[in-house]
Structures are given as structure tokens and as C-alpha cells.
């Protein structure tokens, strides 16, 4: 069956240091592919999406790219900051269909 | 106006009694879903309607049943709370028809602790 698979955290990090969190996926045809971000105490919420191969996804700085001969969306940023702390979620969807199928999440921790 | 609304938001109760926990959104979307967050931030789907109508049901116990009395509404009753039900109850929405990507929002979800 589909599923996503994304590294285990927590991930700690400086401020202004580089981020990625790998995540890769298993589907049938072609998912569209998400980045959800839960702060603390609140629901998730979308971070940036992409729907076919090769598209990038991009808000507040962070970055993922579509690839579908690695079969992965791994989460970048630049240059963290304190209030970047939070759960990361990679999911996936089929389009037209009703499932988003969800990473285990990724706690990220930053450090001032 | 918060698009996806829940309540309550906090819920302690003892083991055997039931409950409720209402849904309700403001964004015109087709699609509700219950997901359960455990402890370890592990998100579950539960249930999805579509329209009022159900279309998934994951193995879930029967002692939780959805109701959508309209497509804005997506409440959660739950009758003789085990242990085991302490978690966090999200509900989402997405538009559907096919060919929209369906992201989801959520609500701000409701700390269900049985005690």
C-alpha cells in the first residue's frame, strides 16, 4: 500500500543553521506530495505542496522538491530560527482521491 | 472567523463514561475527516464523509461513531472511553472535486484524557 516514510527526530538544530528532513514515499501513480508544520498546541497546517515530478514547493523559506526516480520530497531551509520549532509532517494524496496518507513527523528543535 | 472549529478543546473524563466532540467549518469544503494523534504526534485517520456521505471508515472500534448532519458539520461520539482513547482528535476539511489536490486544514484539536 502507499506510505511515507520521513527520518526519526527529534532533529536538533543552532539558529541560522542548514535543515533538511528527508522524507520518501511509496504510491501507485502520481500523489501529490505535502509538507505539513504543527506548532505547539495547534492543529497542522500546510507548510508548501507540489503535484507532479520535478515541481518545487516553496513558503517562508523552506523548499521541497518533487522526485519521482528517488521517489522523494526532502524539506530544506537555509537558515533556521527559534520559532521554526515544530512538528514536520511529509504526506502524500492521490489526486482525485480522499486519503492523505502521513509521515511519522519529525520534531524539530532550535536553539537560540 | 476560524475556518475549522472544534470544541471542546480540552476533555478529561473517567474510563466507561461517553462523549462528544463537535466540528464544525466556514471554507464550503465537501470533505470532513477525524484524524487521532497519539502521544508519539502519530496521525490516524479515522473517518472521512464526503456530502454527509461516509466514505472511509479505518478499523476503528465501534464504540466511536461520526455523525455529519450537514457538510459542515463532522461530530465524534464516543461511548465507554477506554484508557487507550487518550490522544488528541483532529478534524480537517478539503475540497474536493477530483483534480484539486485536497490539502487539508485543520482544526486546533481536542485533548481527549481518560482517566
Known amino acids: 500500500g502507499d506510505s511515507v516514510t520521513q527520518m526519526e527526530g527529534p532533529v536538533t538544530l543552532s539558529e541560522e543553521a542548514f535543515l533538511t528532513i528527508n522524507c520518501t514515499y511509496t504510491a501507485t501513480g502520481y500523489p501529490s506530495l505535502f509538507w505539513y508544520v504543527q506548532y505547539p498546541g495547534e492543529g497542522l497546517q500546510l507548510l508548501l505542496k507540489a503535484t507532479k515530478a520535478d515541481d518545487k514547493g516553496s513558503n517562508k523559506g523552506f523548499e521541497a522538491t518533487y522526485r519521482k526516480e528517488t521517489t522523494s520530497f526532502h524539506l530544506e531551509k537555509g537558515s533556521v530560527q527559534v520559532s521554526d520549532s515544530a512538528v514536520y509532517f511529509c504526506?502524500?494524496?492521490?489526486?482525485?482521491?480522499?486519503?492523505?496518507?502521513f509521515g511519522a513527523g519529525t520534531r524539530l528543535f532550535v536553539k537560540a | 472567523d476560524t475556518a475549522v472549529s472544534q470544541t471542546p478543546k480540552y476533555l478529561v473524563t473517567q474510563m466507561g463514561n461517553d462523549k462528544s466532540i463537535k466540528c464544525e467549518q466556514n471554507l464550503g469544503h465537501d470533505t470532513m475527516y477525524w484524524y487521532k494523534q497519539d502521544s508519539k504526534k502519530f496521525l490516524k485517520i479515522m473517518f472521512s464523509y464526503n456530502n454527509k456521505e461516509l466514505i472511509i471508515n479505518e478499523t476503528v472500534p465501534n464504540r466511536f461513531s461520526p455523525k455529519s448532519p450537514d457538510k459542515a458539520h463532522l461530530n465524534l461520539h464516543i461511548n465507554s472511553l477506554e484508557l487507550g482513547d487518550s490522544a488528541v482528535y483532529f478534524c480537517?476539511?478539503?475540497?474536493?472535486?477530483?483534480?484539486?489536490?485536497?490539502?487539508?486544514?485543520f482544526g486546533e484539536g481536542s485533548r481527549l484524557t481518560v482517566l
Open positions: 480537517a476539511s478539503s475540497q474536493q472535486p477530483s483534480g484539486n489536490t485536497g490539502e487539508l486544514f
Open positions: 504526506a502524500l494524496r492521490k489526486t482525485g482521491g480522499f486519503k492523505t496518507i
